[in-house]
């Protein structure tokens, strides 16, 4: 069955940098493209960021846009979340899903992003 489970999230300073992973299984990983989103407390999950199944194209939330950076290592069916210059409006639950635009399995494991101001 398909597992989602995302890993490094914690609490970090304003202006900090943080790194996410996302282990994947259960799919053929290396040929669907892969997401994260976000969660703000009584919100709706938000794309944040969606890398394609060969890593040559990526998209982001404006918000994020020249902070945070998504890649792949598709033999360790690993996806990524580099971020950078945090602020606390990113706090949030970080979830990864499978798909470019719009997410394909039921939300897997999130992890917590804490960022003190």
């Known amino acids: 069955h398909v597992q989602l489970v995302g890993s490094g999230g914690g609490w970090v300073q304003s202006a900090g940098p943080l790194t996410l992973s996302c282990r994947a299984s259960g799919f053929d990983f290396w040929d669907t493209a892969m997401n994260w989103y976000r969660q703000f407390p009584g919100k709706e999950r938000e794309l944040v960021a969606a890398i394609s199944e060969t890593g040559m194209m990526t998209k982001y939330a404006d918000s994020v846009k020249g902070r945070f950076s998504i890649s792949r290592n598709n033999p360790r069916n690993l996806v990524f979340l580099q971020m950078a210059n945090l602020k606390p409006h990113d706090a949030a639950v970080y979830y990864c899903?499978?798909?470019?635009?719009?997410?394909?399995?039921?939300w897997g494991q999130g992890t917590q992003v804490t960022v003190a101001s």
């Open positions: 899903n499978a798909g470019w635009l719009y997410t394909i399995y039921p």
